[in-house]
Nanobody
C-alpha cells in the first residue's frame, strides 16, 4: 500500500515562509501527478497546486500564484511546496495527494482525481 508522509508544517508569522515535503513510499506514485490540497476549519478541502510526473508542468490556484512553488525530486520520491509571503488565510491542514496519471488535466483540481492521500500537516499563519 502506498504511503504519503508530509512534513514541514508549523506556526509562522504573516509574511514568513515554510516548505512542506511529501515523500511517497513507492516509485510508481512518485512518477505520477502530485498535488497539494488544504482544508481550513469548517471549509471544504481545496486545491492548492499540482505538478506533472516529469515535473515539467505545474498548476496553481489563483490565490497562491506568485507566492507558492511546487517542485519534485523523483529520485527521492518527494514533492515540495515552498510557501512564501504567507497570509493568515493560508492557515489550514495541508494534504499531499498522488495520482497514477502522469499529465495534468481536467482532474487536476479535483479531490477525486487522486488515488492516495497523506495524513496532513498543520500550517498556522499568525497576523
Amino acid at each position: 500500500q502506498v504511503q504519503l508522509v508530509e512534513s514541514g508544517g508549523g506556526l509562522v508569522q504573516a509574511g514568513g515562509s515554510l516548505r512542506l515535503s511529501c515523500t511517497a513510499s513507492t516509485r510508481t506514485f512518485s512518477s505520477g501527478v502530485m498535488g497539494w490540497f488544504r482544508q481550513a476549519p469548517g471549509k471544504e478541502r481545496e486545491f492548492v497546486a499540482a505538478i506533472s510526473g516529469s515535473g515539467g508542468t505545474t498548476y496553481y490556484v489563483d490565490s497562491v500564484k506568485g507566492r507558492f512553488t511546487i517542485s519534485r525530486d523523483n529520485a527521492k520520491n518527494t514533492v515540495y511546496l515552498q510557501m512564501n509571503s504567507l497570509k493568515p488565510e493560508d492557515t489550514a491542514i495541508y494534504y499531499c495527494a498522488a495520482a497514477r496519471r502522469r499529465l495534468l488535466g481536467s482532474l487536476t483540481t479535483l479531490t477525486e482525481g487522486y488515488d492516495n492521500w497523506g495524513q496532513g500537516t498543520q500550517v498556522t499563519v499568525s497576523s
